[in-house]
C-alpha cells in the first residue's frame, strides 16, 4: 500500500464551526506532514510530525491544530477559520525526516471553503 | 522567501516532442532535490529526486540533471504524452547547520505543461 488518504474531500465550513481534516497511511512512515495550497501556487508547508511528535511549525496560526493520535493517523482540527483559509490541504508522509533521500508522498487533499 | 524558482511558467509542446522544465535555487547548502507533477484536482505526484552529490539521475520516460556550480536543476521528459500535462514543481531540502534535516522541502513556483497532440 503506497497510498495517503485524506477526508473528507471537500469541506465547506462556517467561521464558527469546528471541523477536523483526516490523513491516513500504511507505509510504516514515521514522518507526515501538513501543507496549505493556493490555487496556482506551490505548496505550502505547515506542519511537520516526527515519529508522532511535532517537530515543525511554520508560525501557523493557532486556529489551526494538528494532532497526530499513531504513526498512522494526521489530523488537522480547524475551529474560528477566516475566509482567506479556503485552500486545498494536502498531507505528506515519508520514511522520516532524516531519510537520504526524503520522498514525500503525498494525499490527495482536502477542498476547505470557508464562508 | 523561497529558495527554489522556475524560470518560465508555461511551457507548450507537441506530442512526441522532448520537454526540458528549469528550475533555479539560491542555496549551496541544498542537499537533496524532487521535481513533482501536481495534475488538476489532485496531490502532487512524485517523478523522480536527486542528491546533491550526482550530477544526472534517470527514470521512466524522465532523467534530472543538476549543475551545482550554476546552482540548476532541469526535468527533461522523453516523448512528451497528453497525459504529461499538469504542473510541474521542483523542490529543494536544505540541512540545517546541524547537519540533520528536519524534512523540511521548499517548493517552486511551478511551471504548467500542456501537451497538444
Known amino acids: 500500500d503506497t497510498e495517503v488518504t485524506q477526508t473528507p474531500k471537500h469541506l465547506v465550513m462556517g467561521m464558527t464551526n469546528k471541523k477536523s481534516l483526516k490523513c491516513e497511511q500504511h507505509?510504516?512512515?514515521?514522518?507526515m506532514y501538513w501543507y496549505k495550497q493556493k490555487a496556482k501556487k506551490p505548496p505550502e508547508l505547515m506542519f511537520v510530525?516526527?515519529?508522532?511528535?511535532?517537530?515543525i511549525n511554520e508560525s501557523v496560526p493557532s486556529r489551526f491544530s494538528p494532532e497526530c493520535p499513531n504513526s498512522s493517523l494526521l489530523n488537522l482540527h480547524l475551529h474560528a477559520l477566516q475566509p482567506e483559509d479556503s485552500a486545498l490541504y494536502l498531507c505528506?508522509?515519508?520514511?522520516?525526516?532524516?531519510?537520504?533521500?526524503?520522498?514525500?508522498?503525498f494525499g490527495p487533499g482536502t477542498r476547505l471553503t470557508v464562508l | 522567501g523561497e529558495s527554489v524558482g522556475l524560470h518560465l511558467p508555461t511551457l507548450s509542446v507537441q506530442e512526441g516532442d522532448n520537454s526540458i522544465i528549469n528550475c533555479a535555487y539560491s542555496?549551496?547548502?541544498?542537499?537533496?532535490f524532487i521535481w513533482y507533477k501536481q495534475e488538476s484536482g489532485k496531490g502532487p505526484q512524485f517523478i523522480i529526486d536527486?542528491?546533491?552529490?550526482?550530477d544526472k539521475r534517470q527514470g521512466q520516460r524522465v532523467t534530472v540533471l543538476l549543475n551545482k556550480t550554476v546552482k540548476h536543476l532541469s526535468l527533461q521528459i522523453a516523448a512528451t504524452q497528453p497525459g504529461d500535462s499538469a504542473v510541474y514543481f521542483c523542490?529543494?531540502?536544505?540541512?540545517?547547520?546541524?547537519?540533520?534535516?528536519?524534512?523540511?522541502?521548499?517548493f517552486g513556483q511551478g511551471t504548467i505543461l500542456t501537451v497538444h497532440p
Open positions: 505528506a508522509s515519508s520514511q522520516t525526516i532524516r531519510s537520504s533521500y526524503n520522498e514525500q508522498f
Open positions: 507505509m510504516g512512515h514515521r514522518a
Open positions: 510530525y516526527s515519529y508522532e511528535k511535532l517537530s
Open positions: 542555496n549551496s547548502a541544498s542537499d537533496y
Open positions: 536527486i542528491r546533491s552529490n550526482m
Open positions: 523542490a529543494d531540502r536544505i540541512f540545517n547547520a546541524g547537519g540533520t534535516s528536519y524534512g523540511k522541502l521548499t
